[in-house]
């Protein structure tokens, strides 16, 4: 089945440890995008790919970064996890968006 | 600014009873898209429904449907037969029609279903 797989489903990383999260699709989905949710709110928008377009959201924190090297993955990096990044990192997909987007299963980060 | 507002932090419902869950928003274009997702307790964010602003038929999904209300910028769920199954945070959700593909999303409901 086509789907949006999330690697790894827990992440325990240290304050400061650089982490990479990473995302892949095999719905041929040209727009991926990353999200940052924390105990049951909404998620929070990062940022987003467009095919190779980078778009990052003017409250990201420099922080975050993100990579997509190909159309399948997607990659989010946290240069110096603190503990207020521990959350539930969730990638998603749309063609255009007008379907919806197809949201991968999230990545639970601890930071220690 | 687009804002999406569900006021409801919770609600709960009798196992096979109908439960609405309220969604309103502040727009000023006049097509766009709404979405209701649903989040189980740790799994995956899945698309329930979802509404064009221009049409005016509401959307229907199985157990699941919509009160689209344009004017009054308000797009309700409703869920029928609830089941235990049905249990989760439910997110409302609105897309405007251009090329920025950003989701504005309410806070969420949080439905508990009672045996």
């Known amino acids: 089945d086509a789907m949006v797989i999330q690697n790894p489903r827990y992440q325990v990383t240290q304050f400061g440890k650089p982490v990479t999260l990473s995302c892949s699709q095999t719905?041929?989905?040209?727009?991926m995008y990353w999200y940052q949710q924390k105990s049951s709110q909404a998620p929070k928008l990062l940022f987003h790919y467009y095919d190779k377009d980078f778009n990052n959201e003017a409250d990201t924190p420099d922080n975050f970064q993100s990579r997509r090297p190909n159309t399948s993955f997607c990659f989010l990096d946290i240069r110096s996890p603190g503990l207020g990044d521990a959350a539930m990192y969730l990638c998603?997909?749309?063609?255009?968006?007008?379907?919806?987007?197809?949201f991968g299963s999230g990545t639970r980060l601890t930071v220690v | 600014a687009q804002t999406v507002t569900q006021s409801q932090p919770e609600m709960s419902v009798q196992e096979a009873e109908t439960v609405t869950l309220s969604c309103t928003y502040d727009t000023s274009e006049s097509d766009y898209y709404l979405f209701w997702y649903k989040q189980p307790p740790s799994r995956q964010m899945i698309l329930v429904i979802r509404q064009e602003a221009y049409k005016q038929q509401n959307a229907t999904e199985n157990r699941f449907s919509v009160n689209f209300q344009k004017a009054a910028k308000s797009f309700s769920l409703k869920i029928s037969d609830s089941q235990l199954g049905d249990a989760a945070m439910y997110f409302c959700?609105?897309?405007?029609?251009?090329?920025?593909?950003?989701?504005?999303w309410g806070a969420g409901t949080k439905l508990i279903i009672k045996p």
């Open positions: 998603a997909t749309s063609r255009d968006g007008r379907r919806g987007y197809t």
């Open positions: 719905l041929n989905h040209n727009v």
């Open positions: 959700a609105y897309r405007r029609m251009d090329s920025n593909y950003q989701l504005i």
